[in-house]
């Protein structure tokens, strides 16, 4: 098997047949084959009866695995790279925001040019509003800041590597999944291309502002202890403040005797110290959560079912 396309699919009822045609049509003729990984991530509408007849179908190689519940597409990703067959495997979405026929593109570049491990894509324009586009832009600019990896703020996790490549990333057994982070950790030499982003053929996005924040706190989390040293560094000018206020106190006392005791200046520093205190515990909070999850040792994803191609199995699955 030449290529595995891995297709992550949440809620996407009306699109992946249509995804699937695209996929035919871009790759009439190539010469090689190509089979389709669907996740079917917990939906809550027809995805997973949509998906079962392309199976039955077979037009092209289709195998589905399919989650007991959303785990998200980190967790879907994951999977379909364990049941990816190809020597080559592209993560792509399923709203044909993302268009095959870039694949065929990455494919014929890890051909002719084997330096490359990895062939990603970059946005040339990001059709975004501009708040969110501001907010995308902090978090990468604090983020390269922060960690030793270093992220590209245009590249999205539209990418076909080779399965040396794969096989690192799932070595990478972590529960909080943060695929940018991953695919800058392990490394490769990685060739970018520019692709614009197509609307999505059908539904909503399933980012939202929220889960969106919560996706880059993940992430700097992930990929950086660097919080926790804010943590230290503001205990270290909090305590040498306090040395010098503490012997500007006795200095006062012996020499002039104090007068008034300052209430202005007790309730700020009450309340600098105290606000401080509790912002270091809850970065503190925030790792040891990870740490307290990641020590449960759960599987990333639970799959209830899987359709495979080749053996005609139903069985269950934990990754
Ligand atoms: N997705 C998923 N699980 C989720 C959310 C999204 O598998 O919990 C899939 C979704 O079906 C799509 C891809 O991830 O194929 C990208 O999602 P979306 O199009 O909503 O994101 P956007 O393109 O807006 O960044
Ligand atoms: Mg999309």
């Not at 084997?114 to 040339?124: G, H, M, N, R, S």
Request: with cysteine; hydrophobic share 40%.
């Amino acid at each position: 098997m030449k290529l595995s396309l891995v297709v992550p699919c949440y809620n996407e009822a009306e699109n992946v047949a249509a995804f699937q045609d695209a996929v035919i049509a871009a790759f009439d003729g190539c010469g090689y084959d190509y089979e389709l990984v669907f996740i079917n991530d917990g939906s809550t509408d027809a995805t997973l009866h949509n998906l079962k007849k392309l199976h039955a179908a077979q037009k092209c190689p289709t195998k589905v695995i399919s989650f007991s519940r959303n785990f998200g597409k980190e967790a879907g990703i994951y999977a379909g790279l364990q049941h990816a067959r190809g020597e080559y495997i592209c993560l792509i979405d399923a709203d044909l925001q993302q268009r095959p026929e870039v694949v065929r593109q990455m494919v014929e570049i890890l051909d002719l040019e084997p330096e490359y491990d990895v062939v990603a894509a970059f946005q040339e324009r990001r059709r975004e509003n501009r708040i969110l586009s501001f907010f995308k832009k902090s978090f990468y600019c604090v983020i390269n800041r922060l960690s030793k990896v270093t992220l590209r703020s245009d590249a999205s996790d539209f990418r076909t590597f080779r399965r040396s490549v794969r096989d690192s990333i799932l070595e990478l057994a972590e529960y909080h999944r943060f695929s940018k982070g991953i695919f800058a950790w392990v490394g490769f030499s990685t060739k970018f291309i520019p692709y614009t982003v197509c609307r999505r053929a059908s539904g909503a996005t399933k980012w939202g502002f929220k889960k969106l924040m919560n996706y880059a706190i993940e992430g700097i989390i992930a990929y950086s202890t660097a919080p926790l040293r804010l943590a230290t560094i503001l205990g270290g000018i909090s305590s040498v403040a306090s040395a010098v206020y503490l012997i500007a106190v006795i200095l006062e006392k012996l020499f002039r005797g104090i007068d008034v005791p300052g209430y202005a200046t007790q309730t700020v520093l009450i309340l600098f110290f105290g606000s401080a205190q509790l912002l270091c515990l809850g970065i503190i909070g925030e790792y040891v959560g990870k740490i307290f999850e990641q020590s449960k040792h759960r599987p990333i994803y639970i799959a209830k079912e899987i359709l495979d191609y080749e053996q005609e199995t139903k069985e269950e699955k934990r990754g």
